[in-house]
Every structure is written in C-alpha cells, then in structure tokens.
C-alpha cells in the first residue's frame, strides 16, 4: 500500500492551528465555569490534559473512516508508460478534436505539487458538449475508433446514472477559473499509483485538502493522449473517483466508473465505491493551496 508524503505545514496554516487551540482554550474556560481550584487540578495533571489534546488532534487529521477498505497491491503502471509532454498532449488532442483550441503550457515548466505524477492537458468538458454525460460518451466514442474497447455502460450515462463529485466540479472550477482564457487545462495529476488497493471511498477519505478526484471524462481523455497506460490485465487499473454512479438510476449515487484492460481490450464500467481491489487505483488531481 501506498502511502501519502508528508509536505510541510505553511505559515497561514500555523497562524490558523494557534488560533484555533487559543480561542478554544478561551471557550472552554467560558462554558465549564472553571473555578480556581478546578484549574489547579488541571494544571497538576497537565500531562494527561496534553495528551488528551494531542489524542483529539490524532483523530480529527487523520481519517479512520472506511480504514478496513483496503488491500496491499503490488500492480503498477505498464512498463512501456510515461506522462508525456504538454504540448506532444495538446497536440494529440487538437488532431482528436478539432477546434478545441488551447493551454497554457507555460504551466508544466513549474514544480509538480507534492503526490503529482506529471502535468496533464485535460480539455474543460464544455468545450465537447452541453452535458457532461454527453462528453464522456463522446471521448469514450474516441477510444473505441483508435482501439478495441468495450462500453459496459452504453446508453447509462445519462445525468440520472452519471455525476460528478462534489469536490471535483468545484476543484475544476477552480483550475478553470485560474486558466480561464484556455479550452485546455494543464492538469497536475497522478494516474492511480498513489491510492492503489483503495476503495473509491477511502480514496475520498484520504485526499489532501488540495486532492480531488478525476472522473471517467478526465481519464479517458488521459487515455486517448496516453494509451500505454492500459495495455494489459496484469497492471494497476483506473478507478473514477471524481464520478458518481447510481447503477439503478434511482437517486443511490454509490458506484464510481472504471477504467480496465481484459480480452485485449479497453473497458468501461462501473463498480461500488466501497469496493478495496488490488488491481484498481483512484486517479487524482491537485490544485495549488
């Protein structure tokens, strides 16, 4: 099992934490109507009054929701794979879809971002049409004309079956924003390495606060730019977890799409998020804090 690096806790963040412990130091003294002798005894059994505040700090940073939905994996990424180039990507994706205009590729000449793999041109999802289902049915079309590929989804990919995240529209937003003259976004992301033998929703769990999930119209534009990435059964597979998925359509958005290579063939489907599989990794992406 992979595991995440640890990046350092910035100026704003301290000043923010202090904050925090002081005012609510302040409170507790408020509203438990503390005496002098009460304090006393607080201050006498200051070790274990330490060691509470440490134990609550434990439990609020580090997630142990869904903790049992993990397996140790050892599947990786094929051997013949690498994050290509920006503009090689954007070149592709231009031949791919005419008229798609373009990115700011000044972008992937600064540092990756802690847990990235590489930089990513990833197209707003508008740019290919008026709904976002309409635009994964389109890119997932693409595949299917430059490769064998096998849709498990075809005809559920209506707004009732398929939605983005939360996190991930408004992350996207964000880069949008930040990158608001361009068709294209340059994207930091990972493909699935970092959260490998995780279900979709532990995934969830343990992004950092600037991680977001990437959905099945991200990664299969990250397919059709990088189709090394998925040549075989024996590697490491993409879960979706910036996508939702309700397999009966009935408002239960508890599924997440998958990427995966069987039968010599690329396929899509989905799967449960609460699903731990060896083979499978979530995807992500990061934005700057």
């Not at 609550?56 to 990786?76: H, M, P, R």
């Not at 972008?107 to 309409?134: R, V």
């Not at 992301?189 to 991680?211: P, Y």
């Not at 990435?229 to 508890?254: I, K, M, Y």
Request: with cysteine; aromatic share 12%; net charge negative.
């Amino acid at each position: 099992m992979t595991t995440r690096s640890i990046t350092s806790i910035t100026e704003g963040q301290k000043k923010q934490y202090k904050r925090f412990v002081e005012d609510a130091a302040e409170r507790a003294l408020r509203d438990t109507g503390l005496d002098k002798d009460g304090i006393q005894k607080l201050i006498e059994n200051g070790d274990e009054f330490q060691a509470r505040i440490i134990t609550g700090i434990k439990e609020l940073s580090v997630s142990n929701q869904f903790a049992d939905e993990e397996v140790e994996s050892s599947y990786a990424y094929p051997k013949g794979y690498k994050v290509k180039g920006i503009t090689e990507q954007t070149n592709i994706l231009r031949q791919l879809f005419p008229g798609i205009g373009f990115a700011d590729e000044k972008l992937a000449e600064q540092p990756l971002p802690p847990n990235a793999e590489g930089w990513f041109a990833i197209p707003k999802w508008q740019t290919l049409a008026p709904t976002y289902g309409e635009a994964v049915e389109k890119v997932l079309a693409m595949i299917a004309s430059k490769r064998k590929f096998y849709n498990y989804r075809d005809g559920q990919l209506g707004a009732e079956y398929l939605r983005q995240h939360a996190k991930t529209v408004k992350m996207f937003q964000k880069l949008g924003d930040e990158q608001k003259d361009h068709d294209i976004l340059v994207v930091p992301a990972q493909f699935g390495l970092r959260h490998r033998g995780r279900s979709v929703r532990r995934a969830r769990e343990v992004f950092t606060a600037n991680e977001f999930g990437l959905g099945a119209f991200a990664i299969g534009i990250m397919l059709l730019t990088h189709p090394e990435r998925e040549v075989q059964w024996e590697q490491l597979h993409v879960d979706c977890a910036g996508d939702e998925f309700s397999p009966g359509a009935d408002g239960d958005f508890s599924g997440a799409p998958i990427f995966d290579f069987r039968v010599g063939r690329v396929e899509f489907d989905a799967g449960w998020g609460d699903r731990a599989n060896e083979y499978y990794g979530s995807a992500s992406a990061f934005v700057s804090q």
